[in-house]
């Protein structure tokens, strides 16, 4: 196999999953029947880490949830809460039997006897072509361990780790609070692997291939390729795979887009970072690059800022949504998002004009923002509200002249154009089908 | 007693800003705009103690607690174990 890409994506049929045969012959008749041992070394030795979001080394997970007191149980994580993206949905559809011989490995790799893959309810094309990819696989009796598949409702929390253990559980897609975290006790509590269904295809490509093979492309610190979804001011948006450490600007022209003419690009997804057309110029698509901006690849989102739209505008609309998708569990997320998209509301509207730092008696609102930012973080049971407050206090540092604008004049000529990121509307969460 | 460092921590979830805590143990309690707790999570000092206890049993919905102080092993998994490093 050459070490061009695509490689997660080599293979795959635009217009339905790659067939089992089709699979198989692509890469080199692979069996599943591996040493344990030998895959959790391999896959560290691939460097692989999570592409979830959180970015967790893989094999340190595979390892400790394999010596877990009880038998474990291992799930593919493809709920996808992420409204702007859309890599997962596009992997399950295009390249299930690579997803699905990830997750048989992360059974072995993990003695589990159990395996279970969660889908967004409403990701159609996915679900038909898993569940023929596993008539196939039924057939050709090619997983040792049963799989179930669970669809999640919608939400942008629902795929959160502990949110998926409680809806196998409980039938509730809420995150609960931790400890214990679910490789420690989850469902029924057991020792559990969650890993996003990218991962699972990278952990396949590992064992198929090997590690020397993965690291031939990415760097040497973040080896191989990732999923990206590309959207906003480009002429092609939709998912494309990159060796990590592609240029931004190469991705963007990639997709017919162009950063020269940009006010901003959101990187990571609705918990990611804005970086401003400078620093989105120099950066390249890795955590070397990224963490010194204070950004990270996240989930694979990248959209840039068509630069006739309003930043302000559209993180206050972002905001909003973000409060609309707390779990409702916990004070300072429920309250503190609310006040925070009130806050926005207000200075993009013009609303709290009169009220800078002159004020002696009020906070600024964009100082009391950031207090609040500061504040809410890291008190929830997840990680909800500290993302929403980096993507806010993101927006406030790369657009703050567009934010004191805002306060002091009010509306823009630009405020009042339709939003470039989707924010889907949905009934009430949590409860399960 | 125990002569392990303990912290407070908050249960989020179960947390309905009654705001005991707050009143219990200023010195390690203060209550957000909407009247959470936020909680230094540092190791108590030892004539907190006694205080910080007091509080914990006072809180309505149990949802603040003492426990141990995490050491580094105790909240992130262990590194691959070497018998899977030798095996490669």
Redesign the interface.
């Known amino acids: 196999m050459s070490a061009a890409l695509p490689r997660l994506l080599a293979g795959a049929d635009a217009r339905g999953g790659a067939s089992l045969t089709a699979h198989l012959a692509h890469h080199g008749l692979p069996a599943l029947a591996i040493d344990a041992a030998w895959l959790v070394a391999e896959v560290e030795r691939a460097g692989l880490r999570g592409r979830g979001g959180a970015a967790f080394p893989t094999a340190t997970k595979l390892d400790v949830v394999g010596h877990g007191r009880r038998r474990a149980v291992v799930v593919a994580n493809g709920a996808e809460g992420e409204p702007a993206s859309a890599k997962d949905a596009t992997l399950l559809a295009q390249v299930p039997h690579l997803v699905l011989d990830g997750l048989q490995l992360a059974a072995a790799a993990t003695r589990a006897d159990t395996a279970y893959l969660c889908v967004k309810a409403r990701a159609g094309t996915a679900h038909e072509a898993i569940r023929h990819a596993l008539v196939e696989r039924a057939a050709a009796g090619r997983d040792a361990v049963p799989v179930h598949v669970v669809a999640v409702p919608d939400g942008y929390v629902s795929g959160e780790e502990s949110a998926l253990v409680n809806l196998l559980n409980n039938g509730r897609a809420l995150p609960t609070a931790v400890p214990p975290r679910p490789f420690e006790r989850g469902v029924d509590g057991r020792p559990t692997l969650i890993q996003n269904v990218e991962t699972l295809a990278h952990v396949a490509l590992i064992a198929h291939h090997g590690a020397d093979w993965y690291r031939e492309i990415g760097t040497p610190a973040e080896p191989g390729s990732a999923l990206v979804t590309l959207r906003g001011a480009v002429e092609r948006p939709g998912v494309c795979e990159i060796a990590l450490g592609t240029s931004l600007t190469s991705l963007v022209a990639h997709g017919g887009g162009d950063l020269s003419n940009t006010r901003g690009v959101l990187v990571g997804g609705y918990f990611g970072t804005w970086l401003d057309a400078n620093a989105a110029r120099t950066a390249t698509l890795d955590a070397a690059s990224l963490r010194p901006l204070g950004a990270s690849l996240g989930c694979g989102v990248v959209a840039v800022l068509p630069h006739d739209a309003c930043p302000v505008a559209e993180t206050a609309r972002l905001v909003r949504w973000l409060a609309g998708e707390s779990a409702g569990q916990c004070g300072p997320c429920v309250f503190g998002l609310a006040a925070i998209a009130d806050a926005l509301e207000q200075v993009a509207d013009g609303r709290a004009r009169g009220r800078g730092a002159r004020s002696r008696h009020e906070e600024d609102p964009l100082r009391r923002v950031r207090r609040w930012c500061g504040e809410i973080a890291g008190r929830g049971a997840c990680r909800h509200p500290d993302g929403a407050t980096r993507l806010v206090a993101s927006a406030l540092r790369t657009f703050e002249a567009d934010f004191e604008d805002h306060l002091r004049h009010g509306r823009c000529g630009a405020c009042a154009r339709a939003s470039v990121l989707p924010m889907p509307v949905h009934e009430a969460m949590a409860v399960a089908a | 007693m125990s002569r392990e460092p303990l912290t407070l921590r908050?249960?989020?979830?179960?947390?309905?800003?009654h705001g005991l805590c707050a009143e219990l143990l200023p010195e390690r309690i203060r209550l957000?705009?909407?009247?959470?707790p936020?909680v230094d999570g540092e190791p108590l000092p030892p004539e907190l103690v006694a205080h910080a206890r007091r509080a914990a049993a006072a809180c309505p919905t149990l949802a603040l607690k003492l426990r141990a102080a995490p050491d580094v092993r105790g909240?992130r998994?262990?590194?691959?174990?070497s018998?899977?490093?030798?095996?490669?």
């Open positions: 908050v249960d989020p979830i179960a947390c309905t800003a957000d705009d909407w009247g959470y936020i909240s998994p262990p590194p691959v174990s018998r899977a490093r030798r095996a490669a």
